[in-house]
């Protein structure tokens, strides 16, 4: 059964639009991060958590906010979205050691 | 900061070929060093680690050796088949955070 799930897993959006992506873990894991995956850049770090109600800064949180109510939920947001946010999203969680756990992605294209 | 370079954007073998993927790193103390592999309309996931200088990660015939003098981490496979193809990434995880820095990763592409 899968460990870290992504919702939605694919969405159109406007530009100026807000969007919202949601992601759950059950490995019970402190740790959750939000990346965007694009073509010659690789995984790139956006926000991550160490903790329920706890987010930091990544490489590249411009434009995004994140929230994390639980230990299982961590929200992605876009609040007025821009075609250069199109992208593939990655949430993973992990513990201590490093190894993080990825979701399946959400495929998020702004028009 | 922090970086990874991985030197190949694309490798194209046949099966039963040496695989090499080069990753390069820059990060002040000891880094752990990591391996992640993502098949196609899957999220990536944790290959092997290797936390010091010399020792050796390894999984699925695939390995790496720590190299802190080269501060190298490259990738090797005596025998690749089909299954093995694939985007590979390098990541480098700072001591003391819980957070990887990743490289642009590498496109593998083998053929029958």
């Known amino acids: 059964e899968a460990a870290v799930t992504q919702s939605p897993r694919n969405k159109v959006a406007v530009t100026g639009g807000k969007v919202t992506l949601s992601c759950n873990q059950t490995?019970?894991?402190?740790?959750m991060y939000w990346y965007r995956q694009d073509t010659g850049h690789g995984l790139r770090l956006i926000h991550y958590s160490y903790g329920a109600g706890s987010t930091e800064k990544g490489d590249i949180p411009d434009g995004y906010k994140a929230s994390r109510p639980s230990q299982e939920n961590f929200s992605l947001i876009l609040e007025l979205a821009t075609p250069s946010q199109t992208s593939v999203y990655f949430c993973?969680?992990?513990?201590?050691?490093?190894?993080?756990?990825f979701g399946p992605g959400t495929r998020l294209t702004v028009l | 900061g922090d970086s990874v370079t991985q030197t190949e954007g694309q490798v194209a073998l046949s099966e039963e070929d040496f695989l090499t993927i080069h990753c390069n790193y820059s990060a002040s103390g000891y880094p752990a060093l990591f391996w992640y592999v993502q098949y196609p309309g899957e999220g990536p996931q944790f290959l092997f680690r290797a936390s010091r200088d010399k020792e050796k990660g390894s999984s699925r015939g695939f390995e790496a050796t720590y190299d802190k003098g080269t501060t190298s981490f490259h990738l090797r496979k005596a025998s690749v088949q089909e299954s093995d193809s694939a985007v590979y990434y390098c990541a480098l995880g700072p001591s003391g955070y819980n957070k990887l820095t990743f490289g642009k990763g590498t496109v593998l592409l083998v053929s029958p």
């Open positions: 490995n019970n894991h402190n740790n």
């Open positions: 993973a969680s992990g513990d201590s050691s490093y190894e993080q756990y």
